[in-house]
């Protein structure tokens, strides 16, 4: 069975999407399509920006959901999907392709989910680290101690990346304090080059404005099974998998988790679909023998 997976922001780099945008027409008109619906030319920083450009919240999350979403539809009658899931942002990415909303729409609510986000980000500074080398038990031991010690700081448990790396998330003060604590305890934390504390309580005011536009969107049964970043399970209603976006902004991705049921349900191979190869990675770490590799070959 096969699992198509969309990698989420951090998976950016200039000239991404180029050569669909150059080599196919109907790719061409969905990008062109993108630059009038977001207002600007995305395409331009995708191709021929900076990497600081990239980086801006606003900006990554459309280009890297485009060229994850552009690339499925390249592949034509060969994407067929078993089973979809998305790591963060490419939840959004995994839904479109699987037929769960429009572009258009889905394009929409990805602009509007990092606009969100980019505001909680400037309002309070804050950040995330990844921590290796501990299990997961042991670093929730770590930001529950923080919490504990510390009660005016945030920091919790972000993304469960794969056995022996998970990414905490929270205020400035309390991803520092739980780093020492990792390095104490044996880990190794790496601060991560992003604006804010995504999937933390600190996104509250983005959840509460995403859900709102994702009340106004349509949603449909998908063609297969969505698994989802907050519950890691299948999901195929509508109205719950709305639920779901919803709650994930402030809830921790369940990458681990989603990667183990997509095997026990069946999966044989694993397809990236989008820029970056951090997906295949993260799923060779919980299973060293799974088959995991890019949507298209270079």
């Known amino acids: 069975m096969k699992a198509y997976v969309f990698p989420g922001q951090g998976s950016q780099f200039v000239g991404m999407g180029k050569d669909l945008y150059d080599g196919n027409a109907e790719c061409r008109a969905m990008f062109e399509q993108a630059n009038d619906i977001l207002g600007f030319r995305i395409t331009d920083l995708m191709f021929e920006g900076t990497p600081e450009d ?8 459309p280009a890297v959901f485009l060229h994850s979403v552009i690339m499925a539809k390249y592949l034509g009658a060969d994407f067929q999907p078993d089973m979809v899931g998305g790591h963060s942002l490419g939840e959004f990415s995994a839904l479109v392709a ?67 790396q998970l990414v905490v998330s929270g205020t400035m003060a309390g991803v520092a304090a739980a780093c020492e604590k990792a390095k104490a305890a044996g880990g190794k934390a790496i601060p991560l ?22 009340e106004q969107t349509a949603f449909r049964a998908p063609v297969c099974p969505v698994y ?25 991705v369940r990458w681990t988790a989603t990667v183990q049921n997509m ?36």
């Open 98 to 164: 699987a037929g769960a909303m429009n572009f258009d729409d889905g394009l929409r609510l990805v602009s509007a989910r990092a606009r969100a986000m980019q505001k909680c980000c400037e309002a309070k500074p804050s950040t995330m680290a990844a921590i290796v080398k501990l299990s997961d038990e042991v670093v929730e031991q770590i930001c529950a101690e923080v919490s504990a010690e510390q009660p005016s700081e945030v920091v919790v448990a972000a993304n469960y990346n794969n056995p022996g």
């Open 54 to 61: 990239l980086k801006q919240t606003h900006v990554t999350q």
């Open 228 to 252: 989802q970043n907050v519950c890691a399970l299948p999901v195929s209603n509508p109205e719950e998998i709305k639920q779901n976006l919803v709650k994930q902004l402030t809830s921790p």
């Open 263 to 298: 095997l026990k349900d069946g999966a044989t191979e694993f397809i990236e679909v989008g820029p970056g190869k951090a997906l295949q990675g993260m799923i060779k770490k919980v299973d060293a023998e799974a088959n995991a590799h890019a949507a298209l070959t270079e």
């Open 193 to 214: 080059a992003v604006g804010g504390a995504f999937h933390s309580p600190l996104m509250e005011p983005a959840r509460v404005e995403l859900a709102a536009a994702i």
